[in-house]
């Protein structure tokens, strides 16, 4: 599958031996015939710190902003978990496109979203999907979704302060804990979602998500009601960033395994939850 694939361009690339920068720095370190690509800084860290602005709302003087916008959002209710999304990848005001996939598939049990940089959020969690597979294949079981959200969180705590952009989510079900929900970002916060707290909101829309899953969210709804809930949530996000948008994504989690509904334009959602319709 796909999503199980090494990609096309890793870490590993065929250099001659010695390799320096104009400065003379090594720029590579080798294991064998192949070579691991390394910064040509001598502090990766502080060259990101120094150069990249965070996406906040102060650059800094900073050269290269990240200008980041979407909405994901994924709640636990009685019957599974749901996952609705955005399509819209944006740098600022550019509209990039609006047909982002931002749900990842690690496996057939198990959901991740994408909010941050993209690139960051496909490689690290096409990665975890490896990850995930060398451990079934090891221990003859699937891994839980405790054990995939924490494999993720350690890789984002060993590259903490390298200029990584991931604010995702990692879901799914387990014979050990059932239906679970964490939330994970490049700084290595990792948090679980509780009977108190049992839906995570990630993005720049994720305030107006939040605003209607605090007022409408019910742990007893049936299948068909939450996903209601997950659309209408993504509407009002939609229609009040001007950074999300474009078509709403929606996935059902269950014991059998994820599904994928017929995607729906905020367009049409307009015409059901706008102007309080619904």
């Given at each position: 599958?796909?999503?199980?694939?090494?990609?096309?361009?890793?870490?590993?690339?065929?250099?001659?031996?010695?390799?320096?920068?104009?400065?003379?720095?090594?720029?590579?370190?080798?294991?064998?015939?192949?070579?691991?690509?390394?910064?040509?800084?001598?502090?990766?860290?502080?060259?990101?710190?120094?150069?990249?602005?965070?996406?906040?709302?102060?650059?800094?003087?900073?050269?290269?902003?990240?200008?980041?916008?979407?909405?994901?959002?994924?709640?636990?209710?009685?019957?599974?978990?749901?996952?609705?999304?955005?399509?819209?990848?944006?740098?600022?005001?550019?509209?990039?496109?609006?047909?982002?996939?931002?749900?990842?598939?690690?496996?057939?049990?198990?959901?991740?979203?994408?909010?941050?940089?993209?690139?960051?959020?496909?490689?690290?969690?096409?990665?975890?999907?490896?990850?995930?597979?060398?451990?079934?294949?090891?221990?003859?079981?699937?891994?839980?979704?405790?054990?995939?959200?924490?494999?993720?969180?350690?890789?984002?705590?060993?590259?903490?302060?390298?200029?990584?952009?991931?604010?995702?989510?990692?879901?799914?079900?387990?014979?050990?804990?059932?239906?679970?929900?964490?939330?994970?970002?490049?700084?290595?916060?990792?948090?679980?979602?509780?009977?108190?707290?049992?839906?995570?909101?990630?993005?720049?829309g994720g305030t107006?998500?939040?605003?209607?899953?605090?007022?409408?969210?019910?742990?007893?709804?049936?299948?068909?009601?939450?996903?209601?809930?997950?659309?209408?949530?993504?509407?009002?996000?939609?229609?009040?960033?001007a950074y999300s948008?474009?078509?709403?994504?929606?996935?059902?989690?269950?014991?059998e395994g994820w599904?994928?509904?017929?995607?729906?334009?905020?367009?049409?959602?307009?015409?059901?939850?706008?102007?309080?319709?619904?």
């Amino acid at each position: 599958m796909d999503f199980l694939k090494a990609p096309p361009r890793g870490l590993l690339r065929q250099r001659g031996y010695g390799s320096k920068d104009a400065f003379g720095n090594p720029v590579s370190a080798g294991l064998g015939g192949d070579r691991f690509e390394l910064p040509a800084f001598a502090n990766p860290a502080e060259f990101v710190r120094s150069h990249f602005s965070p996406g906040t709302y102060e650059d800094n003087g900073k050269r290269v902003k990240f200008d980041k916008g979407t909405t994901t959002i994924a709640f636990k209710y009685k019957n599974g978990i749901i996952v609705a999304v955005d399509s819209r990848a944006s740098q600022g005001p550019y509209v990039g496109s609006q047909t982002v996939e931002k749900v990842i598939p690690i496996n057939d049990r198990l959901l991740g979203t994408m909010a941050g940089g993209a690139a960051d959020c496909l490689f690290w969690q096409r990665n975890l999907g490896m990850q995930a597979r060398i451990y079934e294949l090891k221990n003859k079981e699937p891994i839980s979704v405790a054990a995939a959200s924490k494999l993720l969180a350690n890789n984002m705590a060993y590259y903490r302060g390298m200029g990584l952009s991931m604010g995702t989510m990692v879901t799914g079900w387990d014979k050990s804990q059932g239906f679970e929900l964490y939330y994970v970002d490049n700084d290595a916060t990792r948090l679980r979602a509780t009977e108190e707290q049992p839906f995570f909101a990630v993005g720049s829309g994720g305030t107006y998500a939040y605003g209607i899953l605090d007022t409408e969210y019910k742990w007893d709804m049936t299948t068909e009601e939450a996903v209601k809930l997950g659309r209408k949530a993504i509407y009002h996000a939609t229609y009040r960033d001007a950074y999300s948008g474009g078509m709403n994504n929606v996935y059902v989690v269950t014991k059998e395994g994820w599904e994928k509904l017929e995607p729906k334009d905020v367009y049409e959602l307009h015409e059901i939850y706008g102007n309080g319709k619904q």
